[in-house]
């Protein structure tokens, strides 16, 4: 935070109140360059809200949100997205009617690039993710490990500068949620910034640089992941349990 | 003969149903808006080529040129002024606001026309009644066979631009999920009122056909959704392919019904749309493969 001007993304001061709920509760959180970040938290912290906030899906109650110096806070999800913020859904939301080449072809194409260079983008993505055999078929035909895989290549397919995962290894095995960070550390080779909600955190701390812990709306730790995950207000935020088995 | 000569006017006739229902169809797969002020609109860009074609002696093929994209732009209109904000409070509202649109533009028409019926047939010299025999009992309307192939082009090339191009995927892909192609970068909006802009194209020319092949007036637009909506169910409401065999359906079963009785032609039209109707209610209470088939899967 003490370079501003490094940042990729910064978000200031983010509140977010549904009512009398609060769900964030002056948040500031940045991500630079290259940067890999993990949030972690218990449930009801506030971390998917916040992804929303950054991605535009959701607007705060107050706060401010610059991405690349230019502020944002005004921009919907799909002016963030033509600038390179995408997201991906906790739960994948596949278009369930049209192929997987289709799918990620949509992303592709939002009409800023030519029709070839799409074609390429989605082939590229489909093979980074593995899913280059099921190309032609149709979404709501794949399973949960597919799906998930789907929501990463779509994402892709929107050429992110700034990639907004929610919990994309929850309800896989280990091997498979291996495969995911193998394709995750690929996109850090290709210098895209990643930011990265996930329970299950012995596979998140395979990839960050920098770890986050929310509780109650609040950033209660940040910094290096294994000092955060040692750190004793994490531990108290999951009951005291043991970090590592309590997702 | 008489009986295969039938089928093949109906099959004709099926051509202009499927015209009618071609936007409807559009308008539904993608947006899932049941547009009620469909049979209307038609009307209005048939009332838009005879003014043309009345006031300032422009011929109604040529007067496509100016009405088609003033159908566009009102589409465009539609959608930001009454649809999007109709379709933000659920699924009645727009079928309820397109209903008070049929009501103000059949009115606005009275008030303009009177009751007087009109027809743009006058203007296209003998297209309206010129025909070529196949055999002793079998002739073909020149205009009916137009109006077949418009509809097939019609209709196959809208499938083509939905499964083929950038913008008809897109269109695909925010009839299915518009939250998420908003995260994507695509504004589902501009979407949304791009596809209004093409129905109302295919509006135009269907109004156009309506107003050549027949007369039409003021209240005309009811019976023209009617028929729109039969052909879409019956072959499966959004499925483009399905619109035309519906239609096709709908106008060899009226064919075949008017041989059967002078007055069978409606009834016989209405009948096959129960029919289908009840099958498929039917077929849907048991579930299983055959209803994903004759539903008319996308």
Redesign the interface.
């Known amino acids: 935070m003490s370079h501003p001007t490094t940042m990729l993304l910064t978000a200031r001061d983010i509140h977010k109140r549904f009512g009398a709920l609060v769900v964030l509760e002056g948040v500031d959180f940045s991500v630079a360059h290259d940067e890999a970040v993990g949030i972690v938290g218990p449930n009801g912290a506030g971390k998917t809200t916040l992804l929303s906030i950054l991605s535009g899906a959701q607007p705060s109650s107050s706060g401010a949100v610059a991405y690349r110096e230019r502020d944002v806070t005004t921009l919907d999800s799909a002016a963030r997205c033509r600038l390179g913020i995408v997201r991906t859904h906790q739960i994948p939301r596949p278009f369930g009617g049209m192929t997987v080449f289709e799918n990620v072809f949509v992303a592709a194409a939002n009409g800023r690039c030519k029709r070839a260079e799409a074609y390429d983008r989605v082939v590229d993505a489909l093979a980074l993710c593995g899913m280059s055999e099921v190309a032609n078929r149709r979404a709501e035909t794949l399973g949960l490990l597919d799906r998930k895989r789907l929501e990463l290549a779509r994402a892709l397919g929107a050429d992110p500068g700034l990639l907004l995962l929610d919990e994309i290894g929850g309800g896989l095995t280990d091997a498979e949620a291996s495969e995911l960070v193998e394709a995750i550390q690929e996109l850090r080779r290709r210098r895209i910034a990643v930011v990265w909600i996930e329970h299950i955190v012995h596979i998140l701390l395979q990839v960050v640089d920098r770890l986050v812990c929310m509780d109650a709306g609040r950033v209660i730790a940040d910094g290096e992941p294994r000092a955060v995950m040692a750190d004793p207000a994490v531990v108290e935020a999951y009951l005291g349990g043991d970090v590592h088995g309590a997702a | 003969m008489t009986w295969i000569n039938q089928i093949i006017q109906g099959v004709l006739l099926g051509g202009y149903y499927a015209l009618i229902a071609c936007g409807l169809s559009f308008l539904f797969s993608v947006m899932r808006i049941i547009n009620l002020a469909h049979g209307s609109l038609a009307v209005l860009a048939a009332y838009a080529l005879f003014w043309l074609a009345d006031r300032f002696g422009v011929s109604p093929i040529l007067g496509l040129v100016a009405v088609l994209p003033a159908m566009a732009i009102l589409g465009w209109l539609l959608q930001k002024t009454i649809l999007e904000r109709s379709a933000r409070s659920g699924r009645l509202v727009p079928v309820l606001s397109t209903f008070g649109l049929a009501i103000v533009i059949d009115n606005l028409l009275f008030q303009a026309y009177g009751a007087d019926t009109r027809s743009l047939a006058p203007f296209v010299g003998s297209l309206s009644y010129d025909s070529f025999d196949l055999s002793d009992d079998v002739s073909l309307g020149t205009l009916a066979l137009i109006t077949f192939v418009t509809a097939v082009a019609m209709l196959g090339g809208l499938q083509l631009f939905l499964t083929r191009t ?1 913008l008809g ?2 269109i ?2 925010t009839a ?2 518009p ?10 909006g501009r979407v949304n009122a791009v596809a209004m802009s093409i129905a109302m194209v295919t509006v135009g020319v269907a109004g156009f056909f309506m107003a050549v092949r027949a007369t039409f007036a003021p209240y005309a637009g009811a019976a023209q959704l009617l028929f729109a909506f039969e052909s879409a169910v019956i072959g499966g409401v959004g499925s483009l392919w399905g619109t035309l065999i519906g239609g096709i359906v709908l106008g060899v079963a009226q064919s075949l019904g008017a041989q059967l009785h002078p007055q069978g032609f409606l009834i016989a039209g209405h009948l096959t749309f129960l029919a289908v109707v009840l099958a498929r209610l039917t077929l849907a209470a048991r579930g299983g493969r055959l209803r994903a088939w004759i539903g008319g899967a ?1």
């Open positions: 950038p995927r897109a695909r892909a299915e999920d939250d998420t192609v908003g995260l994507l970068g695509i504004n589902a996308r």
